[in-house]
Each structure stands twice: as C-alpha cells, then as structure tokens.
C-alpha cells in the first residue's frame, strides 16, 4: 500500500445475494457450525448485520438479533462479530461494534449482550475496552469444543437523554 493512502472501510448489509459471504466467513473464523434459523435471524435483523470489507475484500462481520425481554423491552444479542486474522487491528471490528452500539442508542435498546468462549481472551478485551463485564459463566454451553463454558458479556447502553 502507497504511504499516506486511506484504505477505505466500508459496511453492507447481509441479504439473500450475499448470505454467503457471511456463510464463508463464519466456516474460516469460528469452531462451531451455525444452522439456517442463524442465518434466517441474520437476513432478517436489517441494519444490525453486516459485512465488513476492507479495501473491497470481505473480512469481517456483525450479525446480531433484537430479543423481547420479560416486561416488552427489546435488547440485542451479539450472535457473532469476527474479522479474519490479517485484518485484526485495523479497527475493522471496533467500525462494526460501533455501528451495532449506535443503533441501538438511536433505538432506545439499553441492552446488548453476547457469548464468548471462556478460553477467548482476544474477544473478551476487546468487548472490555467497549464497556462490557462479565455477567454470568454458562458450564458445558458449547458441544464438541474445548472449553465448553462460555462467559455471557452485557453491556448496558445510555439512552441519549440519560448522557450526563
């Protein structure tokens, strides 16, 4: 790359022509295998999925979906957010988070959470550096992977006009 070039980062939906994309992704970045019902969540959570391309190549993603909590409030869950080794630090993972954060603060979601292997401790300080704590461990959450257990990771969002 040229000294002083800006490699673009740019974000696009998920949908039926490139569900693929997040599809491959998924098989390259995480140990367990995800099934249609993810992928229908996926295609049909709209802004709060995405791809993530880095000077046009597809590296990364978010793909999340809104839950109705006991009481009729909405929260988020995380289902995976990852970005292909090479690309890490770029700020490619930190440019989907923030988009996922925003709307949530635009949609008056004051909850996000998500789970993470408790072996992860790439993933578990990069959610630390947003705000997020370690609510709960889960034993024998995961099959077929080592370790099984996982932390669940929440963060609770302020609504604009809680800001101070």
Same mark, same amino acid.
Not at 39 to 56: M, P, R
Not at 58 to 69: D, F, P, T
Not at 93 to 116: A, F, M, P, W
Not at 126 to 147: C, L
């Given at each position: 790359?040229g000294?002083?070039r800006?490699? +673009?980062i740019? *974000?696009?939906?998920?949908?039926?022509?490139?569900v693929?994309?997040?599809k491959?992704?998924?098989?390259a /970045?995480? @140990?367990?295998?995800?099934n249609?019902?993810?992928?229908a969540?996926a295609?049909?959570?709209?802004e709060?999925t995405?791809?993530?391309?880095?000077?046009?190549?597809c590296?990364g993603?978010? +793909?999340c979906? *809104?839950?109705?909590?006991?009481g009729?409030?909405?929260?988020v869950?995380?289902?995976?957010?990852?970005? /292909?080794? @090479?690309?890490?630090g770029?700020g490619?993972?930190?440019?989907?988070?923030?988009?996922?954060?925003?709307?949530?603060s635009?949609?008056?979601?004051?909850?996000i959470?998500?789970?993470?292997q408790?072996?992860?401790?790439e993933?578990?300080?990069?959610y630390k550096k947003?705000?997020?704590?370690?609510?709960e461990?889960?034993?024998?959450y995961?099959?077929?992977?080592?370790?099984?257990?996982c932390?669940?990771?929440?963060?609770?969002?302020l609504?604009p006009?809680?800001?101070?």
């Amino acid at each position: 790359m040229g000294a002083g070039r800006e490699v +673009a980062i740019s *974000l696009d939906g998920v949908r039926d022509k490139n569900v693929m994309q997040l599809k491959k992704l998924n098989t390259a /970045l995480f @140990p367990v295998r995800y099934n249609e019902k993810y992928y229908a969540d996926a295609l049909s959570s709209g802004e709060l999925t995405k791809l993530a391309y880095y000077s046009d190549i597809c590296v990364g993603s978010i +793909a999340c979906r *809104l839950e109705k909590k006991e009481g009729g409030s909405i929260r988020v869950y995380i289902m995976t957010l990852g970005v /292909l080794a @090479p690309y890490r630090g770029l700020g490619i993972g930190t440019r989907l988070l923030n988009h996922v954060l925003d709307l949530c603060s635009k949609q008056s979601i004051s909850e996000i959470y998500l789970h993470v292997q408790t072996n992860n401790e790439e993933a578990i300080s990069f959610y630390k550096k947003f705000d997020f704590e370690i609510t709960e461990t889960i034993k024998n959450y995961y099959t077929n992977i080592e370790p099984p257990d996982c932390y669940v990771l929440s963060k609770t969002i302020l609504q604009p006009q809680q800001k101070k």
